[in-house]
C-alpha cells in the first residue's frame, strides 16, 4: 500500500469518527457536551504548564544538590508540594469530567439509536433482510452488541484517544523550544567541511520517535482486522447461548444438547483463535515497545554525556534535558504506547459505520416504501397489493381485498403460501409490499408465537399497556374467559412466562390480552393451534362474542375445519399457474358460519 492509500485511508477513517461524533456536539445537549469538552481541554493545557514548571524545578533542584545549596534545597521541596498538590487536583478533575462527558455521551448516543433502531419497525426489517438482497443485503450482526458494547467503546476511546492526543501536541509544542535550548549544537567534520546540527536533541528526539512509530505500525497493522473480528466472534458465541436459553424447552424435548454444545464449542473454538492470533500479535508489539520504552530512558545521557563530562553542561542542566527529551518523546511516541487501542477504537469505528449506513438506508426505504397505509378506517381494504419475499420473488399480487365490520373471515392455504406474510402487510410492518392498504381503527394482532415480558403476570398480560390501566377484577376475568383460571391470583408473581407457560398457555394468555383491551377488531395468525379442539372452540366463540359485541370484525388464519365454522367467508390461498407473475392467487368464497 502507497502512502497516499495510506493518507487518503486515515482521511476517510477521520471522517467516519467526525460523523459519528458530530451529532451530539449539535444536540439539544451540545452547550453541556462543549463545556465539558472545553473544561477538559483546558485542564490538559493546565496539566501540561505544570510539566514544564516540574521541567524547571528539575534544573535548580539538581543544581542545588550539586553545590549543596541547603536554602535552595529546602526552597525547591516547597515549590515541589505547590505543584504536587496541583498535579492531582488536575488528575482528579480531568479524570472525573471525562468519564462524566462519556458517561452522557454514550447515554446520548445509546437513546438515539435505540430510538432509530425501534422506529418504523427497523429491528424486524433489518433481521428480515438477512434472507435476501431487497433490504439492501446483509444487515450488521448483532445489533444488540453495537449499541450495548461498541457505543461504550467508542465514546470511551474517542474522549480518551483525542484527548491523549491533543496533550501530547500541546506537550510536544511546550517542550521542544525548551529541549531545543539545553542541547545546544552538535559539531563534526565531513569531508574535510566543518557541520553543525543546531537543537541535535530534537532531531534526535523526531528521528528516534518516527522509526518507532513507523515499525510499530508494520508489527502492530494485524490487530485491527483480529479486534475486528474478535468482537463479531464474541457476540456471534453470546447470541448462541441467549437463543438456547430462549428455546430451552424445545431444545431439552429434541435431546438436542449435543448438538448445541457442539455449535458452542465451534462458536467459543473460533473465539479463542482468533483471541489467540490477537494475543500473538499483541505480543510481538510489546516486544518492540518494551524495548523502545526503556532504551528511551538511557538514549537522552548517551546523548548527553560528551557535553556533561566535557563541563559544558552543569548537572541541573542533564537532568532538565533528560525530563524535556522524556516529555518530547513521550508526546512523539503517543502514537506508539497507544496502538493498541487505536487498533479497537478503529474496529469499533467500522462496526458503528456499517450499523449507522443500514440504519440510514432503512430510514430512506420506509420513507420511499412503495406501499401506501390509511390508518383509522371503518372498513379493511387493500388495493393492487402485491407481497415479495425478501429475496424478491413475487409471491402474490394485484390483491383488492375488503372486511366490513360484522364479517369474519378466514384465510386459508399451504404453507409457505403467503398468510402470515399477508398479514404483516396489513399490520404495515413487511417491507416487501406494494399498493394501498386500508387499516382500521382500533384493531389488534395475535401472533403465532406471542411475546411476554419477563416479571410479573400483570405486566405481561397488559403488554404493551402498562397494568395500572386496568383494575384487577378486568385482569382476572380476561384470564378465566381465555381458559386460564389457574393463573388469576397470580397475578404479582414474578417469572419467564416465555419459559414457564406451555404453548397453549402462552396462546390463551394472549388471546387474553385481546379479551382485556376488547378492541373492534382482531386478526389473528394461528392464535389457537396449539390447543384442543374444546378449548379452541371455547376461545373463539369469546373472540366472536368480543368483535361482535365491540362492531368490528375478525380476521385469522386457521387450518383446522372446526375454525372456520366461527367464519362465513374464507380467502383461499392456492398455487398459481405456469407463467402466472406471482407464485399464488387468492380466490374468495363464501362459508356456512357457526
Not at 467516519?16 to 485542564?43: C, D, H, M, N, T
Not at 505544570?50 to 521541596?77: P, S
Not at 392455504?413 to 406474510?421: A, H, Q
Given at each position: ?98 468519564q462524566l462527558l462519556q458517561m ?141 436459553r430462549e428455546y430451552s424447552e ?209 405486566d405481561a398480560l397488559a403488554y ?131
Amino acid at each position: 500500500m502507497t502512502l497516499q492509500e495510506r493518507f487518503r485511508l486515515a482521511r476517510a477513517q477521520a471522517r467516519k469518527i467526525w460523523a459519528l461524533s458530530l451529532p451530539y456536539f449539535q444536540s439539544e445537549e451540545k452547550w453541556r457536551a462543549r463545556g465539558l469538552l472545553a473544561a477538559i481541554v483546558l485542564l490538559n493545557l493546565a496539566g501540561v504548564w505544570l510539566l514544564v514548571q516540574y521541567n524547571d524545578w528539575y534544573r535548580v533542584f539538581y543544581d542545588a544538590l550539586e553545590k549543596r545549596d541547603q536554602a535552595v534545597f529546602w526552597q525547591q521541596l516547597g515549590r515541589f508540594t505547590i505543584l504536587a498538590f496541583g498535579m492531582i487536583i488536575l488528575a482528579v478533575y480531568r479524570f472525573y469530567l471525562t468519564q462524566l462527558l462519556q458517561m452522557r455521551w454514550r447515554a446520548w448516543m445509546t437513546g438515539t439509536y435505540l430510538r432509530r433502531w425501534m422506529a418504523d419497525h427497523a429491528f424486524y426489517r433489518m433481521e428480515l433482510a438477512r434472507y435476501g438482497q431487497a433490504e439492501g443485503g446483509t444487515p450488521p450482526d448483532n445489533p444488540d452488541q453495537r449499541i450495548q458494547e461498541d457505543l461504550n467503546l467508542f465514546t470511551t476511546y474517542t474522549v480518551s484517544l483525542t484527548m491523549g492526543a491533543f496533550n501530547a501536541f500541546v506537550t510536544l509544542v511546550s517542550f521542544v523550544g525548551i529541549l531545543w535550548g539545553l542541547s545546544g549544537a552538535f559539531a563534526f567534520d565531513l569531508g574535510g567541511r566543518h557541520v553543525e546540527i543546531p537543537g541535535f536533541m530534537v532531531w534526535m528526539a523526531v528521528l528516534y520517535c518516527l522509526a518507532g512509530s513507523l515499525i510499530t505500525h508494520l508489527i502492530g497493522r494485524p490487530q485491527i482486522g483480529l479486534n475486528f473480528r474478535q468482537q463479531r466472534l464474541e457476540a456471534d458465541f453470546r447470541h448462541h447461548m441467549v437463543r438456547v436459553r430462549e428455546y430451552s424447552e424445545a431444545i431439552a424435548l429434541d435431546r438436542g444438547e449435543p448438538v448445541e454444545r457442539a455449535q458452542l464449542d465451534t462458536r467459543f473454538g473460533k473465539v479463542l483463535a482468533n483471541y489467540l492470533d490477537l494475543i500473538r500479535a499483541q505480543k510481538r508489539l510489546i516486544w518492540f515497545s518494551s524495548f523502545f520504552g526503556q532504551a528511551a530512558v538511557i538514549f537522552p545521557f548517551l546523548v548527553s554525556a560528551p557535553r556533561f563530562f566535557s563541563g559544558a553542561l552543569q548537572l541541573g542542566d542533564l537532568m532538565q534535558i533528560s525530563s524535556a527529551f522524556e516529555r518530547v518523546q513521550n508526546a512523539l511516541a503517543w502514537f506508539v504506547e497507544n496502538y493498541q487501542e487505536l487498533a479497537v477504537w478503529r474496529a469499533t469505528t467500522d462496526r458503528l459505520t456499517s450499523f449507522e449506513a443500514h440504519l440510514a438506508a432503512h430510514a430512506a426505504r420506509s420513507e420511499g416504501r412503495q406501499a401506501r397505509y390509511t390508518q383509522g378506517g371503518n372498513a379493511l381494504a387493500t388495493q393492487d397489493l402485491a407481497l415479495a419475499l425478501p429475496d424478491g420473488s413475487r409471491l402474490l399480487s394485484g390483491l383488492d381485498l375488503q372486511v366490513q365490520p360484522g364479517e369474519r373471515v378466514l384465510v386459508k392455504g399451504p404453507s409457505g403460501s403467503g398468510k402470515s406474510t399477508l398479514l404483516r402487510a396489513i399490520a404495515g410492518i413487511w417491507p416487501h409490499a406494494s399498493g394501498d392498504v386500508t387499516q382500521p381503527a382500533d384493531a389488534m394482532f395475535i401472533p403465532q408465537r406471542p411475546y411476554f415480558p419477563d416479571g410479573p403476570l400483570r405486566d405481561a398480560l397488559a403488554y404493551p399497556k402498562p397494568a395500572s390501566d386496568y383494575r384487577d377484577d378486568d385482569l382476572r376475568a380476561a384470564l378465566r374467559d381465555a381458559q386460564l383460571p389457574q393463573l388469576q391470583d397470580s397475578l404479582d408473581r414474578q417469572d419467564a412466562w416465555s419459559q414457564k407457560l406451555s404453548g397453549g398457555e402462552q396462546q390463551r394468555l394472549a388471546v387474553a390480552r385481546v379479551l382485556l383491551k376488547k378492541p373492534r377488531w382482531v386478526l389473528a395468525d394461528e392464535a389457537t393451534s396449539a390447543l384442543d379442539e374444546a378449548a379452541e372452540q371455547a376461545v373463539y366463540g369469546k373472540l366472536v362474542a368480543q368483535v361482535q359485541a365491540a362492531g368490528g370484525a375478525l380476521l385469522s388464519i386457521a387450518h383446522r375445519p372446526a375454525v372456520a365454522a366461527f367464519h362465513d367467508r374464507s380467502w383461499q390461498l392456492v398455487p398459481a399457474a405456469d407463467g402466472a407473475a406471482a407464485r399464488f392467487t387468492l380466490e374468495q368464497a363464501p362459508l356456512q358460519p357457526r
